[in-house]
């Protein structure tokens, strides 16, 4: 085990995925504050934080500010910091990927929202336990409404009026939006955990996910809409 006491930087990491957020940069600054909170209480310097504004989480490799990140704090040996998880990575594969990146150089990662401390080997458990976790409930939804859907158009039953939320329209076809099922998998798994809809509703903005009109602001009428149209497909 490496010497966790030796003094370290920080290296922040912050990305807002679209850019109407990037314009406003209220989630950015709001990101570095947080960071900038956990440098000044864990005693270690905030050497720099790296930015990417209105980009998609999908795939790290297509962020030139977490790339620029990891080979700082890889180089440095320091604590790479982010708001969540989901601002880092949005599968397994980049999640574990960038974790394994990090432990070879001697780095640490620590996300702020789900308390993850990678300078400790509990830290690094809960860390995997979380990625694949939440790459299983993304999974589960979509493949459970694919199948409904899928269902429903074989028994010669049409799908149409809105498009619902978590899907995109192309041609006749419905296709996933990753992000939108990702932040439909957390309002399954809020509701599972006895969370109101308001409090869910709250958890959404303050994670500053969006509606499918583009809005940050939610209704709880408008979480229950999509609850109750997530059920009724996985009903079918």
């Not at 850019?19 to 209220?26: H, K, S």
């Not at 270690?44 to 297509?62: E, I, Q, T």
């Not at 990891?70 to 708001?83: A, E, H, I, T």
């Not at 509703?201 to 009109?213: D, G, H, N, P």
Request: charged content about 25%; aromatic content about 4%; some cysteine.
């Amino acid at each position: 085990m490496r010497d966790t006491k030796q003094a370290k930087v920080i290296i922040g990491y912050v990305r807002v995925s679209t850019a109407g957020q990037a314009a406003e940069g209220v989630s950015l600054a709001a990101q570095k504050a947080r960071i900038e909170a956990w440098g000044a209480a864990s005693g270690f310097p905030l050497a720099s934080v790296h930015v990417d504004a209105g980009l998609s989480g999908s795939k790290a490799a297509n962020r030139p500010g977490l790339q620029a990140a990891l080979s700082d704090v890889c180089k440095r040996r320091g604590v790479l910091v982010v708001y969540s998880l989901s601002r880092l990575a949005r599968s397994t594969k980049d999640a574990i990927s960038i974790a394994e990146r990090l432990d070879k150089s001697g780095a640490d990662l620590v996300s702020l929202s789900e308390s993850i401390d990678t300078t400790s080997a509990a830290g690094k458990m809960v860390f995997r336990m979380l990625a694949v976790l939440a790459e299983f409930e993304r999974d589960l939804v979509s493949e459970r409404t694919t199948t409904a859907l899928s269902h429903l158009r074989s028994q010669g039953r049409r799908v149409s009026g809105k498009i619902p939320f978590g899907w995109d329209l192309t041609g006749e076809n419905l296709v996933p939006n990753g992000e939108e099922q990702t932040a439909l998998a957390t309002m399954i798994l809020l509701r599972d955990e006895g969370l109101s809809l308001r409090q869910i509703a709250e958890e959404l903005e303050r994670r500053q996910i969006r509606t499918k009109s583009g809005l940050v602001t939610w209704a709880p009428k408008v979480v229950a809409g999509i609850l109750h149209r997530a059920a009724e497909l996985r009903a079918a």
